[in-house]
T-cell receptor
């Protein structure tokens, strides 16, 4: 596999469920990101990991919990979500977390909370 | 914080030239990115500017004026496949990128 992959591509969950989103990058990058993209709204940065350490937590509710076990993998653990959390969740990676480092995005997970 | 403005929608004709503007106000500036996002797909990188001036890459060019907080993406010889959303993103402190709302470009025959 090449690039950035995400699983699952689609997820429907109830408000009491617990699920996890998975992201894997095959680019040898050192930084990984989670974004939320809702209809009619800009991409919202949620979390940033650099060299497996969380360096950014953008005031995200605690019902979203990220995990970065190594530089190639990133998870987003979900529990007791709300309907307004329904959105496209995009993972991205970049060579470094700094100037000039473009981000490569995965295909996203389309999440629906019922 | 960051404040990024770009037009919501634009329409242009196949073969023509279109310019998509982006203005920003930022606390800390480490460059400006343009991404393309087709409907239902992930954003893909188009260009990066950190110094003033024009960067040309094939049919696409990007311009930056840091003193004016202004950038534009220029698309030449438009093709139908260029119909997409174009995202302006400013890299602030510690490389954190803030995205604009995106400009939806429709190319008509």
């Amino acid at each position: 596999e090449t690039g950035v992959t995400q699983t699952p591509r689609h997820l429907v969950m109830g408000m009491t469920n617990k699920k996890s989103l998975k992201c894997e990058q095959h680019l040898g990058h050192n930084a990984m990101y989670w974004y939320k993209q809702s209809a009619k709204k800009p991409l919202e940065l949620m979390f940033v990991y650099s060299l497996e350490e969380r360096v950014e937590n953008n005031s995200v509710p605690s019902r979203f919990s990220p995990e970065c076990p190594n530089s190639s993998h990133l998870f987003l653990h979900l529990h007791t979500l709300q309907p307004e959390d329904s959105a496209l969740y995009l993972c991205a990676s970049s060579q470094s977390q700094g100037q000039g480092s473009e981000q490569y995005f995965g295909p996203g997970t389309r999440l629906t909370v019922t | 914080g960051q404040n990024i403005d770009q037009p919501t929608e634009m329409t242009a004709t196949e073969g023509a030239i279109v310019q998509i503007n982006c203005t920003y106000q930022t606390s800390g500036f480490n460059g400006l990115f343009w991404y393309q996002q087709h409907a239902g797909e992930a954003p893909t990188f188009l260009s990066y500017n950190v110094l003033d001036g024009l960067e040309e890459k094939g049919r696409f060019s990007s311009f930056l004026s840091r003193s004016k907080g202004y950038s534009y993406l220029l698309l030449k010889e438009l093709q139908m496949k260029d119909s997409a959303s174009y995202l302006c993103a400013v890299a602030g402190r510690a490389g954190k990128s803030t995205f604009g709302d995106g400009t939806t470009l429709t190319v008509k025959p």
